[in-house]
T-cell receptor, first 114, second 114 residues
Framework: DQQVKQNSPSLSVQEGRISILNCDYT??????FLWYKKYPAEGPTFLIS?????DKNEDGRFTVFLNKSAKHLSLHIVPSQPGDSAVYFC?????????????FGTGTRLKVLA | EAQVTQNPRYLITVTGKKLTVTCSQN?????MSWYRQDPGLGLRQIYY???????DKGDVPEGYKVSRKEKRNFPLILESPSPNQTSLYFC?????????????FGPGTRLTVT
C-alpha cells in the first residue's frame, strides 16, 4: 500500500522552462512534507520542506505547494537547469501522531534538456 | 568535514551468512535511520533511532536488526540474509526527528545476496 505516490516515473523539460513534479498521498495524518534530490551513485540530498499548516514554501528556484484537501503536493523548479537532472523523491511524516518515521515516494526522474 | 559514512560500499554475500553494515556520523546528530532503495519502490525506511538506546520500526523492518549504543553509530544487522534483501541501502542522520530537521544521507551500500 503506497501511501506516498509519484505517478510520473520520468519527466523531460527544456532548459529555462518550468519543471513541475507531483506527489499524492493517502494518509491524512501526514503533517510534514519534504523533497529530496538524488544523483546517480550518491545519497539523496534535501531540497525543500513544507509543514501542513502552510500551502506554499519557496527557496530560490524551488517552490513547494501543498493542497491538503486534495492530498497533493508539487515541486516547481523555475528556471530549470541541466544540473537539475536527477531523481526527485517526495516524502512525508506523521510526526504529530507521535511516530517519527518518513514515508518516501517512488521517485520521478527529471531530465533537463540543454 | 561533516558526513555520514557507510561501510562497506559494496557487498556480495550468500544466503544465511550474517552481516553488518556500519553507519557513522560526525555531526552529533540525534536522529539516525536506515533506508533501502529498490526499482519501482523508491526509498523505504527500515528502522530509525531518535537517540541512544531508542530505536523504532520503519515501514520494512522484517529481517533486519539495529542497535544504537553510541550516538555516532547505527549499524544495520542482517542475521540471516535472503535474496529479497538484495538492495541499495542508505543510512541518514539529522539533528532531530521530524519536523524541521533535514536528513543527511550516506553514499549508499549496494548489497547482493545470492
Amino acid at each position: 500500500d503506497q501511501q506516498v505516490k509519484q505517478n510520473s516515473p520520468s519527466l523531460s523539460v527544456q532548459e529555462g522552462r518550468i519543471s513541475i513534479l507531483n506527489c499524492d498521498y493517502t494518509n491524512s495524518m501526514f503533517d510534514y512534507f519534504l523533497w529530496y534530490k538524488k544523483y546517480p551513485a550518491e545519497g539523496p540530498t534535501f531540497l525543500i520542506s513544507i509543514s501542513s499548516i502552510k500551502d506554499k514554501n519557496e527557496d530560490g528556484r524551488f517552490t513547494v505547494f501543498l493542497n491538503k484537501s486534495a492530498k497533493h503536493l508539487s515541486l516547481h523548479i523555475v528556471p530549470s537547469q541541466p544540473g537539475d537532472s536527477a531523481v526527485y523523491f517526495c516524502a512525508a511524516s506523521p510526526f504529530l501522531a507521535g511516530t517519527y518515521k518518513y514515508i518516501f515516494g517512488t521517485g520521478t526522474r527529471l531530465k533537463v534538456l540543454a | 568535514e561533516a558526513q555520514v559514512t557507510q561501510n562497506p560500499r559494496y557487498l556480495i554475500t550468500v544466503t544465511g551468512k550474517k552481516l553488518t553494515v556500519t553507519c557513522s556520523q560526525n555531526m552529533n546528530h540525534e536522529y539516525m535511520s536506515w533506508y533501502r532503495q529498490d526499482p519501482g519502490l523508491g526509498l523505504r525506511q527500515i528502522y530509525y533511532s531518535m537517540n541512544v538506546e531508542v530505536t523504532d520500526k520503519g515501514d520494512v523492518p522484517e529481517g533486519y536488526k539495529v542497535s544504537r549504543k553510541e550516538k555516532r553509530n547505527f549499524p544495520l544487522i542482517l542475521e540471516s540474509p535472503s535474496p529479497n534483501q538484495t538492495s541499495l541501502y542508505f543510512c541518514a542522520s539529522s539533528l532531530g526527528g521530524p519536523p524541521f530537521y533535514e536528513q543527511y544521507f550516506g553514499p549508499g551500500t549496494r548489497l547482493t545476496v545470492t
